[in-house]
């Protein structure tokens, strides 16, 4: 637990960490003053306390493992949004819109925008600047981007833990933004209470839509652009889809139809994620999504680990680039490999 | 190696593995016959057997990893081509008449079509029924779809494994096609020698469609469906994106421009690609992406081993699951538990 209170209560762990202490021991920042003095801004409501916490999680720096530590106990209070649609379908706006309409409730809240990030340079293809229009002088409306690409344990654990450090931060709702259905979107959607698909009218064939798997991870459809033509048949083809999926929790996905740009719909559908939030909590399956997250968490969390141990012991002198090398030129078999590694484990 | 010569040679595995040997020994078929049985039809070209081991390593079945050992040495020879672009694009079509070319220059080639899972079943959306239409009955095209969900040690180790399977057994090229752009996809893609994106005039913003990061994944452009309006400012859009992109290796990424529903401009696609493999595979950043390749492969392998390992070892009695849901109830933090697992591990 972060204790709260400075002074007396520190000082044992202040001085178990300054093993270089003297004189000038107040001047050198240890790694564990900072964090504290970080925690106790970020507890406080500091946005950029929040910011540096972020990237430290992001970065897996290695106090960012003690930080989170802190506060996944803060942690699980939250309305967890995932919102996800084609490129194209309108999903900024109608963040940007659902996060007016949050605040005009008083809300204090957070938008996690997932971007593609460019191969070549490993970094985010959009940015946060293309977000700014609306939210961004609103100190009420949190937006942190996060590149597809670079995590090491994997963008949705990576997404796990920044929507850790937000919900302690107390931001709620936190809406995720994601585009396509890829297995990664898709981990991440896990992590959501609340799933909103967004649609359009006439994106290209509604079959083909519909084949991508996009139809069934949605808790709530939302028909987008819906001044356009089409919305019935895309209405209809969405019902007719979803007639065939049956839920064991027994919610039934409801669509509603927005024009995000002129704020058409976006009442309904703050009330539509009220209700099937409500629902899904007091649904006995929510226990088994929630055990599925924690799972999900605990493995990748795990496997991230455990290869960084066991090349370290391995490999101490950096040999992991040898038998890399001896594999892609197929002197050596990469499953005779890993059998040699595993002989090596032993446990205490 | 695989023992091409079957009798004296195989004696020693067969007494060794025959532990329950007797007099009825000879009818007892134990794992390791059957391996080396099926190698034996595999490597004399039996399309059945060729499934049968594909389906044994996609489902890591016990034996999966003797097989794989023995075939890896056998692999490294085929073209390895990857298709991808937006569902829509007509992807399926074009690699259906990419298939016939190949037929006709006498390659005897394989497909491998990663199908979206639906979250509910777990199972492929498309699955193989619908790929039969051209190359089904032609016994040169061997076809075979992945879902994207499912695997154990994830949907790019599945696929390096089963293009591994395919081109010890002569299979060139080999084409796998995915949909979308998420992080898988970008992985299946490093497999590839050559990667082609396929785009079509006028989906939906042209920016949209650039800004979404398939853009950079690839060496060779298709625009499909090009008898349709957009064509010209589509290309327009491409040659703009990819001037922007500084490439390593000195390939300037060609648009072919196709009607594959008519065969239009699929001979030059495939000169187009035979053109792309000699380049790249000279180019000394091939050395490069050979080795980046291996590393993931290498990795991925032994995080799902290391995974397991670990998780019977620490958890002998299913613990791992209690573990799991106190997790889910926040009563221990996952980022302590990963610790605590760390500090038993030892190595010999």
Redesign the interface.
């Known amino acids: 637990m972060y204790r709260n209170a400075p002074g007396a209560e520190r000082e044992p762990d202040r001085a178990k960490h300054q093993v270089n202490g003297g004189p000038d021991a107040n001047k050198i920042r240890t790694p564990v003053e900072m964090t504290d003095e970080l925690l106790e801004r970020f507890f406080k409501g500091d946005t950029r306390a929040l910011s540096r916490i972020i990237t430290r999680v992001e970065n897996r720096t290695p106090d960012s493992?003690s930080l989170?530590?802190e506060l996944?106990?803060h942690?699980?209070k939250a309305q967890i949004l995932g919102i996800t649609g084609?490129?194209?379908a309108g999903k900024s706006t109608l963040v940007d819109r659902l996060a007016q309409a949050y605040r005009q409730r008083g809300n204090m809240l957070a938008i996690v925008a997932i971007d593609?990030?460019?191969?070549?340079t490993g970094g985010a293809?959009?940015g946060d600047r293309i977000r700014m229009q609306t939210q961004g002088i609103d100190p009420g409306v949190y937006i942190r981007s996060m590149a597809?690409?670079g995590h090491l344990g994997?963008?949705a654990t990576a997404t796990a833990d920044v929507v850790t450090v937000l919900d302690a931060a107390g931001k709620n709702p936190i809406m995720v933004e994601t585009?396509?259905?890829?297995?990664?979107?898709?981990d991440i959607v896990k992590l959501a209470d609340v799933s909103v698909v967004v649609l359009v009218p006439g994106?290209?064939?509604d079959v083909?839509?519909l084949?991508?798997?996009i139809m069934?991870?949605g808790d709530i459809f939302v028909i987008n652009k819906c001044d356009r033509p089409g919305v019935d048949k895309m209405e209809r083809a969405v019902l007719a889809t979803l007639s065939l999926?049956?839920r064991a929790d027994g919610w039934e996905p409801p669509v509603v139809k927005t024009v995000a740009t002129e704020g058409r719909g976006i009442d309904e559908l703050v009330e539509t994620i009220g209700r099937c939030y409500s629902f899904l909590q007091n649904s006995p399956s929510r226990?088994q999504k929630?055990?599925e997250?924690?799972?999900q968490?605990?493995?990748t969390?795990?496997?991230?680990?455990?290869?960084k141990?066991?090349?370290q012991?391995?490999f101490p002198n950096g040999e992991f680039n040898n038998?890399?090398?001896q594999?892609?030129d197929?002197k050596q078999?990469?499953?005779?490999?890993?059998?040699a590694?595993?002989?090596?484990?032993?446990?205490?």
């Not at 593609?116 to 070549?120: D, K, L, M, T, V």
């Not at 585009?179 to 898709?186: L, Y």
């Not at 969390?301 to 290869?307: A, F, G, I, T, V």
């Open positions: 493992l989170l530590q996944f106990a942690s699980g084609s490129p194209g593609p990030s460019s191969p070549f293809i959009l597809t690409r994997g963008l585009v396509g259905v890829g297995q990664d979107e898709i994106m290209g064939d083909q839509a084949k991508a798997g069934e991870i999926a049956h226990v929630k055990q997250a924690a799972r968490r605990l493995v969390l795990l496997e991230e680990r455990l290869l141990t066991t090349v012991h391995v038998v890399v090398g594999i892609a197929r078999d990469p499953y005779s490999i890993v059998d590694i595993i002989q090596k484990l032993r446990f205490k």
